[in-house]
């Protein structure tokens, strides 16, 4: 047991913090954690510090406190509350938002966020200093991942906000004891966070030294004058950027990427796919298809144990984006919203007369006035730019428990993940890939599908909404290391792997000459049967120069079985034809976008990107612009 009255913290974290609260915190034995809590509460001088262990009574505190001090309300339903931030804090802030590096690495990483790292620690920490002041600090630890398995990494949170530490009981699992049965040596991740001053509304003033800041080198996140969930809960996207770079230095993977199981229960098969989507693109929604199984729905680590591919959710639960959650769209996560006695934190959306929620796309009419992310809201109420105010933000979201959902898959606690059987990458382009296309092999599928992916910008990242944008692996705005390791680290991770997944692509966002989608929502449910089939061995498909794509008979069968719809075959035509110009096209800004922003690619990719476009220009001779399904052959 290290000494820790000897310790230079143990005066200060006496002071500010009750017995219990110490004993809490020196009871883990772990002196890189107390001088981590010392060191924080030195800089951001909280008043008084709170040290939770796992017990219910602490997560009680964490509520109740989250309430007194207005960070939440109580909705009409019992369990709901409601958060609101900031006008100008709804969504992830690139702007605010850099990876520390060292100066050598920069040039590799100007896509990436990146910023010298001696400078942005001196940056930040001067914001830091004495930022909690007036304010109780809250200690809380998490485990990402399972506790007990490979997968498992302890996380240490400290922030001046009730509702980032009720979000992260929400959303993680507790992981006081996880750290108990921790080494002393044993790397954790940490964060600080405060929301620094707040106005009348509760909401975080200083937005100007709002700095979300990542330190690489030592495992630590700095993020101040913020209270938006992407930017303020640690364990979310801060940590996913520094999974990666820790995935990256051990030879495991971090993804953005659900976990799933398809369920085809004619036959009793359960199989197993991660799917990578850009922010707002459907990956909910596709780990939440009914009579499927979820078990994550935003973060994957992977890992080759014995020859396997598996896969482990990091989270516990969802912050989920609810616009167009309706009866019809989204029924179980719909009914799971209404019903009472779920602990669920809304932010962003209307809170009406009557207390209830209300949110874009609910396909329920709301009242004309109540209190949204600008205050008391009226409608017609416009902003200073004299811009009409929506009843509610675009980015409004849910935060709920992954137990609360009736299609939960059981493995989802699995401390040794499960086995991996098929990877999907969904972009959001309107006019290029096919609903869903499957990859002859791994690494093809990495450099052609997974590297161009590309996504319009949406409301989930503060900027300009609808701008097409390269997302490689959908994963752009949480990479940490130079993007060519990155590409070449996915391709290498399936070597020793005894049965490598199929990559399958996916783009519920194609659209015809008047802008209207070509698919339903629904449809994806066809495409994700599909891809379970091939993966059995149980479909033949029609070649691209690509891939491989279904033939219009089997999912004629499928769209009747499954959906109970017809499928016509002009519908197939027009949504499977290869469009050549536009995947040259798609290629071409992915090589361009790459030359700008990875020096460190290697040649290679390169080659497989300019031979691919070589081989469609040949092809237009033979085809013209494009390739109807079944008429390419190798
Ligand atoms: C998220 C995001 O909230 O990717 O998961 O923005
Ligand atoms: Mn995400």
């Known amino acids: 047991m290290p000494d820790f009255d000897k310790n230079r913290y143990a005066p200060i974290l006496k002071e500010k913090m009750s017995a219990e609260s110490y004993r809490k915190l020196t009871a883990l034995e772990n002196l890189k954690l107390f001088d981590f809590v010392g060191e924080y509460v030195e800089l951001c001088k909280p008043d008084s510090v709170y040290m939770c262990d796992d017990s219910d009574t602490d997560a009680e505190y964490l509520k109740r406190n989250a309430l007194k001090l207005g960070e939440e309300k109580k909705l009409a339903k019992e369990g709901h509350t409601v958060h609101y931030d900031g006008y100008e804090d709804q969504g992830r802030a690139p702007g605010a938002t850099k990876n520390l590096i060292s100066k050598e690495l920069i040039p590799l990483m100007e896509a990436l966020l990146p910023k010298e790292r001696e400078e942005g620690l001196a940056e930040v920490r001067q914001i830091m200093d004495g930022i909690m002041k007036g304010k109780e600090a809250i200690v809380k630890l998490s485990c990402e991942a399972p506790s007990g398995g490979p997968f498992a990494i302890g996380c240490a949170q400290m922030t001046d906000s009730f509702y980032v530490c009720h979000s992260e009981e929400l959303l993680y699992r507790r992981g006081y004891e996880?750290?108990?049965?921790?080494?002393?040596?044993?790397?954790?991740?940490?964060?600080?966070?405060?929301?620094?001053?707040?106005?009348?509304?509760?909401?975080?003033?200083?937005?100007?030294?709002?700095?979300?800041?990542q330190d690489l080198e030592d495992f630590i996140v700095l993020s101040t004058n913020n209270q938006y969930a992407g930017n303020s809960v640690g364990l979310k996207k801060h940590a996913m950027r520094l999974a990666i770079k820790l995935s990256g230095m051990e030879g495991w993977l971090c993804e953005h990427m659900f976990v799933m199981s398809v369920q085809d229960e004619k036959k009793g098969r359960s199989t197993i796919f991660c799917g990578a989507f850009p922010s707002a693109c459907g990956k909910t929604s596709t780990a939440m298809l009914p009579g499927e199984k979820i078990i994550g729905d935003d973060i994957a680590y992977f890992r080759n144990i014995d020859g396997e591919f598996r896969a482990a959710n990091v989270e516990n639960g969802i912050f989920g984006i609810i616009k167009d959650?309706?009866?019809?769209?989204?029924?179980?996560?719909?009914?799971?919203?209404?019903?009472?006695?779920?602990?669920?934190?809304f932010s962003n959306v209307l809170t009406g007369p009557d207390n209830n929620p209300y949110w874009l796309g609910m396909g329920i009419d709301p009242p004309k006035k109540g209190r949204n992310f600008s205050g008391e809201w009226h409608e017609g109420k416009k902003d200073a730019d004299g811009n009409q105010i929506p009843f509610a933000h675009s980015n409004a979201r849910y935060t709920l428990r992954l137990g609360y959902l009736e299609n939960i898959d059981s493995s989802y606690n699995d401390p040794n993940g499960v086995p991996v059987r098929g990877v999907v990458y969904g972009g959001r382009d309107s006019d290029t890939s096919a609903p869903i296309e499957e990859s002859p092999d791994w690494k093809s599928g990495i450099i052609l599908k997974a590297c161009t992916l590309e996504s319009e910008t949406t409301s989930a990242t503060i900027g300009k909404e609808g701008v097409l944008a390269p997302q490689p692996m959908a994963n752009l705005d949480f990479i940490s290391y130079p993007i060519g390791q990155y590409i070449t680290n996915n391709i290498r991770f399936v070597e020793g792997i005894k049965e490598v997944p199929p990559i399958f692509a996916v783009n519920y966002f194609l659209r015809d000459q008047n802008g209207r989608f070509l698919t339903g929502k629904i449809d994806k449910k066809v495409w994700m049967h599909w891809a379970e089939r091939r993966i059995h061995n149980e479909l033949d498909a029609h070649r691209t120069p690509l891939g491989y794509i279904p033939i219009y008979e089997d999912l004629r069968e499928m769209f009747r079985d499954i959906l109970d719809q017809e499928f016509s075959r002009e519908l197939y035509e027009e949504l499977f034809k290869f469009r050549i110009d536009a995947w040259i096209a798609k290629i071409s800004r992915a090589v361009r976008f790459y030359h700008r922003t990875a020096p460190d690619c290697p040649q290679e990719y390169y080659d497989t990107w300019k031979s691919t476009v070589e081989k469609l220009e040949g092809l237009k001779g033979r085809f013209g612009k494009f390739i109807a399904p079944g008429a390419y052959s190798e």
């Open 325 to 345: 959650v309706n009866p019809d769209d989204d029924p179980l996560i719909f009914k799971t919203l209404q019903t009472p006695g779920k602990e669920i934190i």
């Open 178 to 213: 996880h750290f108990r049965r921790m080494k002393d040596k044993e790397r954790f991740f940490r964060f600080v966070h405060s929301a620094g001053r707040l106005d009348e509304r509760g909401n975080s003033i200083d937005l100007d030294k709002r700095r979300i800041y």
